[in-house]
Structures are given as C-alpha cells and as structure tokens.
C-alpha cells in the first residue's frame, strides 16, 4: 500500500486557484508628497471616488492613486504628507488606523524605502 498526501494537494491546489482573487481583494496604502490643500487620510474604493477629490492632489499623485485603484484591491487608503515633510508622520498615521495592508511611497527616495523597510520589520516584530 503507498502512502498518498491528497488532502494537501488539494488544498494547495485550492490556494494557488483562490491566490490572485485574495490578493486582488487587499488593502493598499499609499504615501504621498502633496502640498495641495484637503484630503490628509482618505479611503477609497473606486476610481471615481478619487476623481471626485482631484483638486486635493497634483496631477502626478493623482495618476499614482488611480494606478493603485486599477490593481483591483479593495480599498486603497492615500496617506498625503507635505512635500517637504517626514515619512515618519505618515508611518505614525497609518499605525493608528490600520493593522494590515501593502504599503508604499509615491516616488520615494532610497532613504525613505529604507525607513519604511525598517517600520515594516519592527511592525511584524
């Protein structure tokens, strides 16, 4: 008699089938530099909620936001800093609002990938 593990694969097969439909249906957030008024911490589910909020961004972050919302999740959260400001502002933000989620910086620099890099490994500490 051989010895069989079908459950597992089933199961694996069962992950893989789901695994874009979940990640598809995730939270992103998205850091932004803007000094546009309005708009500092917003949800938004469908790109025509964020064409509505359009003066509160420049055209560029405007097109990170949509380009966020074309990828299918379920909500994108758009985290507005000044340009000049911290990275830190926004980390502290979004700790107090949210537990999961892909997180990322609208054209961020080297030093601010590493800093959020660094949030990220003590978040999951």
Avoid: C, H
């Avoid at 893989?16 to 957030?29: D, W």
């Avoid at 990170?64 to 379920?74: E, G, M, N, Q, V």
């Avoid at 892909?102 to 003590?122: N, P, R, Y």
């Amino acid at each position: 008699m051989s010895i069989t593990m079908p459950a597992i694969e089933i199961k694996f097969r069962q992950l893989a089938l789901t695994f874009i439909q979940r990640s598809e249906r995730g939270t992103a957030v998205l850091i932004i530099k803007d000094d546009t008024e309005g708009a500092g911490f917003v949800k938004y589910t469908d790109a025509a909620a964020a064409s509505a909020d359009k003066a509160y961004y420049t055209a560029a972050n405007m097109l990170y936001i949509t380009d966020a919302l074309s990828f299918k999740a379920k909500e994108v959260y758009v985290v507005k800093i000044p340009a000049e400001g911290a990275i830190n502002d926004a980390l502290t933000a979004i700790k107090k609002r949210l537990t999961t989620g892909w997180i990322t910086i609208a054209d961020g620099t080297k030093e601010e990938f590493e800093q959020l890099k660094s949030w990220i490994v003590s978040q999951e500490a």
